[in-house]
T-cell receptor
């Protein structure tokens, strides 16, 4: 079974600054996918960024980038130029890539990020 | 294109009752997954449906069941409700259901069991 750990329950950052959210996971799989999802106070879960484990290049999406360290089983999210709208719960999630098709996300416990003006 | 919709948004039930939640995926999406979100247990996978067949199931008791219709709409049912079933139930849809497909989440149904 896979486990995902987010060791920072809460974080805060000043507007326009950079913040990094940590995520580690445990799996015996070699091929898998990693995701960061954002859940603002409105509760709608939104995909932030996606990483395929067999791609060595770190994924980037505008102000969001990841540092994927496969050997260390680490998948951190960096938010640059933080904005007030980034205030939300952030969830790291794992999906294995089995031979048979299927979707099942395993989530970490979440990090509550507050961006301060 | 309309997003994932879930009805109802809020629901209050009493112990022992049963409840049915509905999820309409994004048009063209064929895979629907359900998750339970609670403060204590976090986000946990319930089950996934693809082409009207349950493809994956999480570690939940048999009181939790679901189904998918030919138009990909899905329902989940919880029978004999317990206080611990109070949670936000999230539905997510993806295009083909292949591993790695992005899952798009609905706003959730907040279930309160009294």
């Amino acid at each position: 079974a896979q486990t995902v750990t987010q060791s920072q329950p809460e974080m805060s950052v000043q507007e326009a600054e950079t913040v990094t959210l940590s995520c580690t996971y445990d799996t015996s799989e070699n091929n898998y996918y990693l995701f960061w999802y954002k859940q603002p106070p409105s509760r709608q879960m939104i995909l932030v960024i996606r990483q395929e484990a067999y791609k060595q290049q770190n994924a980037t999406e505008n102000r969001f980038s990841v540092n994927f360290q496969k050997a260390a089983k680490s998948f951190s999210l960096k938010i640059s130029d933080s904005q007030l709208g980034d205030t939300a719960m952030y969830f790291c999630a794992f999906m294995k890539r089995p031979n048979n098709a299927g979707n099942m996300l395993t989530f970490g416990g979440g990090t509550r990020l507050m961006v301060k003006p | 294109k309309a997003g994932v919709t879930q009805t109802p948004r809020y629901l209050i039930k009493t112990r022992g009752q049963q409840v049915t939640l509905s999820c309409s995926p994004i048009s063209g999406h064929r895979s629907v997954s359900w998750y339970q979100q609670t403060p204590g247990q976090g986000l946990q996978f319930l089950f996934e449906y693809f082409s009207e067949t349950q493809r994956n199931k999480g570690n939940f008791p048999g009181r939790f069941s679901g189904r998918q219709f030919s138009n990909s709409r899905s329902e989940m049912n919880v029978s004999t409700l317990e206080l611990g079933d109070s949670a936000l139930y999230l539905c997510a849809s993806s295009l083909s259901g292949r591993a790695g497909d992005t899952q798009y989440f609905g706003p959730g149904t907040r279930l309160t069991v009294l």
